[in-house]
C-alpha cells in the first residue's frame, strides 16, 4: 500500500509541519482530510482547518487515527510529546518519522520504550513549494516503510539516502542552508540597491540569478567553479568583484558557518536532558 492510502499526524504544527503538510497536499498524492496537525495554540492552526485538515491540541487523538507520525516539535519539546503519546502507540501499526534535529533512532525508541520503527527525514522549509532537498535516514527500517519514507518526501522535493551519524551534517547544509543562500541573496540585494536599483528590484533580479546559478549545476552536473570560469572574463570585472569577495572571507565565513550549525545541532537535544 502506497502512503496515498495512509493517515498521517504530523505531531508540531509550526513552520515545518504546516510547510510539509502543504507539500504533501499539493503533490497529489495526500488528501488534506487524511491529515492531523496538532499544536497547542490551535488559534494558529485555523487556516489549515479552513482548507480541510484535521486540527487538535491532543497528540493522543491524533495518533490513534494516523497510521504514520511525523514529529515536526522542537527538540527540547520531544521527551514530553513522546512521553504523552508512548502508550497510544502501536509498532504493528505505527510508522513514526521524525524530522526533529539532533535526536537519533535510538534516542526515540529509548523513550517511546517500544520496539518501533522510527526513520529520521531532514527536510527544508523548500518543501511547501516542493523543492526540498530531504535527506533520510531509513536503514533501520523494513523495506515497505523505507519507500513509503522516499515516496513521501519525493513528492515534495528531492531526496537522498544518509547515513545517520551524518543527519545533523545534513541538517547545517541543507536545512539551514536555505537561510545562507537566502542572506546572501539579501547580501546580493543591498549591494545592488547600492549601486542603482530600487531594492524590490533589486531582489527579484538577486533572486532569479541565484535560481539560475544553482540551475546551472543541477542541469549541466558541472562544478561550480567551471561556471565560474565562463563568467569571470580576464581583466574582468566579475574576477575583480569575486576576489574583493574572498580577500573579505566569503567562503571562508560560509565553510566556518556550516561547521558551527552542525556542531550546535548535535547539541539541540542532548545538551537539553
Ligand atoms: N525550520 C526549519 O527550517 C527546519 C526545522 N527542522 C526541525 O523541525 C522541527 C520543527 O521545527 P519548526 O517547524 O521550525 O519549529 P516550530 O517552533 O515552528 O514548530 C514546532 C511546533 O510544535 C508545536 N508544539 C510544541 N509543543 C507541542 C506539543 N506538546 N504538542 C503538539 N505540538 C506542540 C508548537 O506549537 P505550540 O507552541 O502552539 O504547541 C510549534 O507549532 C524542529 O525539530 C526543527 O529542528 C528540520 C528541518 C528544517
Ligand atoms: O535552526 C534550527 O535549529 C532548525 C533546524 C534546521 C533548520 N532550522
Same mark, same amino acid.
Do not use: W
Given at each position: 500500500?502506497?502512503?496515498? *492510502?495512509?493517515?498521517?499526524? /504530523?505531531?508540531?504544527?509550526?513552520?515545518?509541519?504546516?510547510?510539509? =503538510?502543504?507539500?504533501?497536499? @499539493?503533490?497529489?498524492?495526500?488528501?488534506?482530510?487524511?491529515? &492531523?496537525? &496538532?499544536?497547542?495554540?490551535?488559534?494558529?492552526?485555523?487556516?489549515?482547518?479552513?482548507?480541510?485538515?484535521?486540527?487538535?491540541?491532543?497528540?493522543? +487523538?491524533?495518533?490513534?487515527?494516523?497510521?504514520?507520525?511525523?514529529?515536526?516539535?522542537?527538540? +527540547? +519539546?520531544? !521527551? %514530553?510529546?513522546?512521553?504523552?503519546?508512548?502508550?497510544?502507540? *502501536?509498532?504493528?501499526?505505527?510508522?513514526?518519522?521524525?524530522?526533529?534535529?539532533?535526536?537519533?533512532?535510538?534516542?526515540?525508541?529509548?523513550?517511546?520504550?517500544?520496539?518501533?520503527?522510527?526513520?529520521?527525514?531532514?527536510?527544508?522549509?523548500?518543501?511547501?513549494?516542493?523543492?526540498?532537498?530531504?535527506?533520510?535516514?531509513?536503514?533501520?527500517?523494513?523495506?515497505?516503510?523505507? @519507500?513509503?519514507?522516499?515516496?513521501?518526501?519525493? @513528492?515534495?522535493?528531492?531526496?537522498?539516502?544518509?547515513?545517520?551519524?551524518?543527519?545533523? %551534517? @545534513?541538517?547545517?547544509?541543507?536545512?539551514?542552508?536555505?537561510?545562507?543562500?537566502?542572506? %546572501?541573496?539579501?547580501?546580493? &540585494?543591498?549591494?545592488?540597491?547600492?549601486?542603482?536599483?530600487?531594492?524590490?528590484?533589486?531582489?527579484?533580479? =538577486?533572486?532569479?540569478?541565484?535560481?539560475?546559478?544553482? %540551475?546551472?549545476?543541477?542541469?549541466? +552536473?558541472?562544478?561550480?567553479?567551471?561556471?565560474?570560469?565562463?563568467?569571470?572574463?580576464?581583466?574582468?570585472?566579475? /574576477?575583480?568583484?569575486? !576576489?574583493?569577495?574572498?580577500?573579505?572571507?566569503?567562503?571562508?565565513?560560509?565553510?566556518?558557518?556550516?561547521?558551527?550549525?552542525?556542531?550546535?545541532?548535535?547539541?539541540?537535544?542532548?545538551?537539553?536532558?
Amino acid at each position: 500500500m502506497g502512503s496515498e *492510502n495512509k493517515k498521517v499526524a /504530523i505531531l508540531g504544527g509550526g513552520n515545518m509541519g504546516v510547510a510539509l =503538510a502543504k507539500g504533501m497536499v @499539493a503533490s497529489g498524492k495526500h488528501e488534506a482530510a487524511d491529515i &492531523t496537525l &496538532t499544536r497547542r495554540n490551535l488559534r494558529l492552526l485555523e487556516g489549515m482547518a479552513r482548507e480541510g485538515y484535521t486540527i487538535t491540541s491532543d497528540n493522543v +487523538q491524533a495518533v490513534e487515527n494516523a497510521d504514520i507520525l511525523i514529529l515536526s516539535i522542537l527538540p +527540547q +519539546q520531544l !521527551n %514530553s510529546v513522546l512521553d504523552t503519546i508512548a502508550e497510544s502507540i *502501536n509498532p504493528q501499526r505505527h510508522l513514526l518519522i521524525s524530522i526533529v534535529t539532533g535526536v537519533t533512532v535510538v534516542d526515540i525508541q529509548k523513550r517511546v520504550g517500544k520496539d518501533l520503527e522510527v526513520v529520521r527525514a531532514m527536510p527544508n522549509t523548500a518543501i511547501a513549494i516542493r523543492e526540498s532537498m530531504t535527506c533520510i535516514s531509513s536503514s533501520k527500517a523494513s523495506a515497505a516503510n523505507q @519507500a513509503l519514507v522516499k515516496e513521501i518526501f519525493e @513528492a515534495v522535493g528531492e531526496t537522498v539516502e544518509i547515513e545517520e551519524e551524518l543527519m545533523t %551534517s @545534513a541538517t547545517a547544509l541543507c536545512a539551514c542552508g536555505i537561510a545562507f543562500f537566502l542572506r %546572501s541573496i539579501r547580501a546580493a &540585494t543591498q549591494g545592488g540597491t547600492e549601486i542603482g536599483f530600487h531594492a524590490a528590484d533589486a531582489l527579484r533580479m =538577486a533572486a532569479q540569478t541565484a535560481k539560475g546559478a544553482a %540551475s546551472l549545476l543541477l542541469h549541466f +552536473q558541472s562544478h561550480p567553479e567551471n561556471e565560474i570560469d565562463k563568467v569571470t572574463s580576464p581583466k574582468g570585472c566579475t /574576477i575583480a568583484g569575486l !576576489n574583493e569577495m574572498e580577500h573579505n572571507g566569503f567562503s571562508s565565513a560560509l565553510i566556518k558557518g556550516i561547521k558551527t550549525s552542525s556542531i550546535k545541532a548535535e547539541q539541540l537535544y542532548h545538551n537539553e536532558k
